[in-house]
């Protein structure tokens, strides 16, 4: 089986195994406990919060929460510093459901919130982003990377924005698909809020993670015994979070990054490159990314006429596990994100999604690119063929 979907999830580590196995059967011990197998995990705990924060390059204050996902991360982020008070809430079209349908909720109960638009790169439209600015707002939500598109938001200049016309806007960053991946240096950004998922760079599912500038700009969401600061009740998820330690770990330093956003841009250029090869000459394919600034870890195109869905199932019946978009949202018809970058009906119907990992191989992709283009080829003569009779 070839595994073409890493943007949805990736493979635990097998180092992270180690860890897993260690912390829930030999060292499972409740952190919140006075005795000292307890307390020596509590301090466990707190050596990857501070790992997390060597690795965004921030200074560690008490200021990584731990959540039982990156959907819970940011949902704590928004809905843990919304205010009655908040004039204005800014948040992008681009937005992963988790953050667009938290907007949606608080718009729905009579907050202010307003959507900023979409370049048919998929980036935020700056121009737009700037007009929406004002002194009212109160807080922004931005997606580091696209997960539909795979394009990359400039933080820098979204962050000299706010802070030029509303320097008091909390802002948060979605940066699921952008964390371990790409190269940032977050000690020159002026952010609140970062979230983080483990089983998006090959840590264990069911592990979130907040960084929060501000720990008293948020209230808690879910009450109990007060772990996490007072902010994420519930015993933490000691096995995850040593799990987690090893990821980082494995990740490396910023040059380590950097040399594998190489790889794998390498990789997704032989990927694209085998496709248009391998597809009849005829059959029109329209790839979403237009320029550099996109992640080479997600690849998304079209083949009018084709639905995506029937593409997909094709594929997975021979070996290959391709995505539609978004795992959380890929049961549902259209796109609102491909609709908002301009993208016609036919293009979203037909979208597939590609995504890959540090670990996928050349081989994969000669393998994977084969599979995917035969299934091209099959259901477009199928499909012309039947239009014809």
């Given amino acids: 089986m070839i ?8 493979k635990l580590s097998e180092k992270a195994v180690d860890n897993l196995i260690k912390f829930s059967v030999e060292k499972f011990y409740n952190p919140s406990s006075v005795y000292l197998a307890g307390i020596e995990n509590f301090k466990q705990i707190e050596s990857v919060k501070k790992l997390v924060c060597e690795k965004l390059n921030l200074k560690f204050d008490n200021n990584i929460i731990f959540t039982g996902s990156a959907t819970e991360a940011s949902n704590l982020a928004i809905n ?8 204005k809430l800014l948040f992008s079209k681009g937005e992963h459901a988790s953050v667009y349908n938290t907007a949606q909720n608080l718009q729905a109960n009579g907050a202010e919130v307003d959507f900023i638009n979409l370049q048919k790169n998929g980036e935020i439209d700056y121009a737009d982003f700037e007009k929406k600015l004002s002194p009212d707002v109160n807080f922004i939500s931005i997606i580091h990377i696209s997960n539909e598109s795979g394009a990359i938001n400039d933080l820098k200049r979204i962050c000299s924005l706010k802070e030029k016309i509303c320097p008091k806007a909390l802002l948060h960053i979605d940066g699921v698909q952008a964390f371990g991946k790409i190269k940032t240096d977050f000690s020159s950004l002026n952010l609140d809020f970062y979230t983080i998922s483990a089983h998006k760079i090959h840590g264990p599912k069911g592990l979130g993670v907040l960084y929060v500038k501000n720990p008293d ?3 808690p969401q879910i009450f109990g015994g007060g772990q996490e600061y007072n902010l994420r009740s519930g015993t933490e998820n000691t096995a995850a979070i040593m799990a987690f330690k090893t990821v980082l770990e494995e990740i490396g330093n910023s040059e380590q990054i950097e040399n594998q956003f190489k790889n794998v841009l390498k990789i997704k250029q032989t990927f694209v490159s085998r496709i248009k090869e391998l597809i009849e000459k005829d059959i029109p394919i329209s790839f979403i990314e237009k320029n550099e600034n996109m ?23 021979k070996g290959l596990l391709i995505g539609t978009g978004s795992a959380c949202s890929s049961k549902k018809s259209g796109n609102r994100i491909f609709e908002a970058m301009g993208q016609p009906k036919k293009v979203i119907d037909g979208n597939i999604r590609v995504s890959f990992s540090k670990d996928t191989t050349h081989n994969e992709i000669e393998q994977g690119s084969k599979i995917l283009a035969d299934c091209i080829n099959e259901l477009y003569f199928k499909i012309n063929h039947k239009n014809k009779s």
Avoid: H, Q, V
């Avoid at 843990?80 to 004039?87: E, L, N, P, R």
């Fill in 3 to 10: 595994f073409f979907d890493n943007a949805s999830t990736t």
């Fill in 80 to 87: 843990g510093s919304f205010k009655k008070s908040f004039k």
């Fill in 217 to 219: 700009k948020l209230k």
């Fill in 295 to 317: 992640s080479p870890y997600i690849t998304s195109f079209s083949i009018p006429g084709l639905k995506g869905e029937t593409l997909l199932r094709l594929c997975d019946s």
